[in-house]
């Protein structure tokens, strides 16, 4: 039994002898890698980062002026809707007091105008 714990020992411990030496390469890699180079030409970045800065500024205010016109037409269905809603009503208001009319037998609608009516006595 103590032979085998020793076999087992030295199997560990070479074991542990490949994985320093793989750990070692692998330092050595990231080690020599070359560092990274500063920018050459600082003046070329300032641009591009200006660029960037311009075309970004366009885009919000593109955006901006989108959404209003988005906004204005959400306004004007909106006011039309509303528009819509009481012509609506109002009908509804004239067809239930026709109806109501009707039955009793007093009045005819004329199509001169909305609301108009001939009472008969």
């Not at 920018?39 to 885009?59: A, F, G, S, V, Y």
Request: hydrophobic share 35%; charged share 30%.
């Amino acid at each position: 039994m103590l032979a085998a714990k020793e076999e087992q020992l030295r199997a560990f411990q070479e074991e542990m002898a490949t994985l320093k030496e793989s750990l070692l390469a692998d330092e050595k890699e990231t080690c020599c890698l070359p560092p990274r180079s500063a920018p050459k030409d600082p003046c070329r970045l300032r641009r591009e980062n200006d660029q960037i800065m311009t075309n970004m500024e366009q885009w919000a205010k593109d955006q901006k002026i989108a959404n209003e016109q988005l906004g204005n037409k959400l306004r004007e269905q909106v006011k039309y809707i509303a528009k819509l809603t009481g012509e609506k009503e109002y009908v509804l208001l004239l067809y239930t007091r026709m109806l109501k009319n009707i039955v009793n037998g007093h009045v005819i609608y004329t199509s001169a105008s909305w609301g108009q009516f001939i009472w008969l006595q």
